[in-house]
């Protein structure tokens, strides 16, 4: 089935830097890639994703990366602010459909003052 | 509009009972899913409907794990004889349609077994 390992586990930066937050998957097939923001008691909301047939997405400070040939894919989250603090999880649909989705562990991003 | 609602948003039992969660999903939403969250962990896959037909249940953990949905709306995942094991958040998500379209989650359900 399919594997998606996330990494780093935990992320601080300082407000106003960038965070990155890396994943990769196994499944050749898959073809959808959300990013899921979730904060201390909230079930996760999405906040942007990509499909296999673009490379980059942009959503103001957000934006996400996909290289289909190396199967990784990233979020990267521009002049921080404490707000963006919350877990990130990755996500990869399974045998080209998004019904079945993996996700990665998680990062822990924590903006600092 | 309104979201995905899940209710009880606690819920504490003892070892051996039977618990039932409920996903209200959004209106006029095809799919519905379960996921289980353990604490500081990922998300893991239990079970998906398109209407109300459960197409893959092998991502349910045990033969103690059962769900339903009635009416293409409110779901039930039913744990019975519950372990301590089974202590997680339980949540729900639901889209328009089935295939490669943005999942909306509910809070969830915070199941503790003592």
């Known amino acids: 089935g399919e594997n998606v390992e996330q990494h780093p586990s935990t992320l601080s930066v300082q407000e106003g830097d960038s965070a990155v937050i890396k994943c990769t998957y196994s499944d050749s097939a898959s073809n959808y890639f959300p990013w899921y923001k979730q904060e201390l008691g909230k079930g996760p909301q999405l906040i942007i994703d990509i499909r296999s047939n673009v490379g980059e997405k942009k959503d103001q400070r957000i934006a996400v990366t996909l290289n289909k040939t190396a199967k990784h894919f990233s979020l990267h989250i521009t002049e921080t602010q404490p707000e963006d603090s919350a877990v990130y999880f990755c996500a990869a649909s399974i045998g080209g459909t998004a019904s079945k989705l993996t996700f990665g562990t998680g990062t822990r991003l924590q903006v600092t003052l | 509009g309104a979201g995905v609602s899940q209710s009880p948003s606690n819920k504490v039992t003892e070892k051996g009972k039977d618990v039932e969660l409920r996903c209200d999903p959004i209106?006029?939403?095809?799919?519905l899913y379960w996921y289980r969250q353990s604490l500081g962990q990922g998300l893991e896959f239990l079970i998906y409907f398109q209407g109300n037909s459960a197409p893959d249940k092998s991502g349910l953990p045990s033969d103690r794990f059962s769900a339903e949905r009635t009416g293409g709306s409110v779901s039930t995942l039913t744990i019975q004889r519950t372990q301590q094991e089974d202590s997680a958040v339980y949540l729900c998500?639901?889209?328009?349609?089935?295939?490669?379209?943005?999942?909306?989650f509910g809070p969830g359900t915070r199941l503790t077994v003592l």
């Open positions: 209106s006029g939403h095809t799919a």
């Open positions: 998500a639901s889209s328009l349609v089935l295939y490669t379209d943005t999942q909306y």
